[in-house]
């Protein structure tokens, strides 16, 4: 008994001595100094973030928190604000201004007396002539809404040709027209200028008045222009494989649709007869020429189309002349013959 208690008293006293020990080696202050140790090394590793306080006027408390900024050097320096790298928007950039028309404030002024070179031809005017009439390209011009180029000389320059520009500005100074040799080229300048005035006074006078009476007639052949084509075409053609000056083709012309014999025709004094459509198909066919212009219904004939075709081929620079050879004696049915008359026409080529 008295063993086991001091066994027991021993068992005890070697426990006790271990917590001793264990207190001994970590007493108060040396906690203390541990801790604090261990805070200054996280204050070192982990630095708190520092706030800069920006004291502002009374005055200032209602504008946005600029009062608090951070002090990250990438976006601030020391407390100063950078300025942002995108434009401002009362200075936007500025766009390249259109040389063709011109802005309220930007609007050009001329003076009263106008210098102005067309093309190489030099012209003076008053400006409240070019003005004359609104509705014209010449009053928008010089309206100051339009960029106009100068030469090296100050004069406005028109890029057109100015051989019939003093007839342009004959008309809009006191209404002068153009001689008649000259109406057909004014009528195009005026067409270009778009002058509605002068383009109705020159189309009341010859040759523009004979132009539409004529043009009236041409409307009734639809295929008039196509076949004038076919005749350059095939006329220069032949021209070229011949090697020869001038070349010729045959070109049928008739005005009425009904095939005539002899015997016919003094049976039948109108220029045309009623068939049915069974008859109709009977009497068609193709003569055997280049061209072939017809039929049509006006009191013009035939020499009105011929003269026609040589006039306009005449225009183009093309001489042509033309005569009657005969005419087609294709055989349609019983006693009737095609007999429409058939020309030659001869293209010159120089």
């Keep these: 008994m008295q063993q086991n208690g001091s066994s027991g008293s021993n068992g005890s006293d070697g426990c006790g001595a271990r917590e001793r020990q264990a207190l001994s080696f970590s007493p108060l202050p040396a906690a203390t100094t541990r801790v604090r140790r261990f805070i200054q090394e996280r204050q070192r590793t982990l630095p708190l973030p520092k706030v800069t306080v920006v004291f502002s006027a009374a005055g200032d408390a209602d504008k946005p928190s600029d009062a608090i900024s951070s002090s990250d050097p990438t ?18 950039t500025p766009s390249k ?11 050009q002024e001329f003076p009263e007396v106008i210098s102005l070179n067309v093309g190489g031809t030099y012209f003076t005017t008053r400006l409240s002539t070019l003005r004359r009439y609104e509705d014209t390209m010449l009053a928008a011009m010089f309206s100051g809404r339009h960029y106009i180029p100068r030469d090296a000389e100050g004069r406005f320059f028109i890029d057109r040709d100015g051989v019939y520009f003093g ?4 008309f809009l100074r006191e209404g002068e027209l153009p001689r008649q040799n000259r109406v057909r080229a004014v009528h195009r300048e005026a ?68 095939p005539i014999t002899p ?18 198909k009977l009497f068609e066919h193709h003569c055997e020429v280049d061209v072939t212009f017809g039929p049509w219904e006006a009191v013009a004939d035939v020499y009105d189309l011929l003269h026609c075709i040589v006039s306009d081929l005449a225009e183009r620079g093309i001489a ?4 009657c050879i005969g005419v087609c004696d294709k055989h349609l049915i019983n006693h009737y013959y095609c007999k429409r008359p058939i020309y030659e026409f001869k293209i010159t080529w120089w």
């Design 320 to 323: 042509a002349e033309q005569q």
């Design 97 to 107: 201004p259109l040389r063709s028309s011109l802005s309220t404030q930007e609007q």
């Design 263 to 280: 015997y016919e025709r003094p049976l039948f004094n109108s220029l045309r007869f009623e068939r049915s459509d069974s008859e109709a």
């Design 191 to 258: 067409q270009y200028y778009a002058i509605g005035p002068l383009l109705d006074s020159l189309e009341d006078i010859q040759p523009l008045t004979g132009e539409k009476v004529r043009q009236a007639f041409l409307d009734l052949l639809p295929y008039y222009k196509d076949n004038l084509e076919r005749i350059v075409e095939i006329a220069k053609l032949r021209a070229m494989q011949k090697k020869a000056r001038f070349a010729k083709l045959k070109v049928c012309v008739y005005k009425e649709e009904m």
């Design 167 to 170: 007839d342009i500005l004959n």
């Design 75 to 92: 976006e601030e320096g020391d407390g100063v604000r950078k300025p942002s790298a995108s434009p401002s928007p009362k200075h936007p």
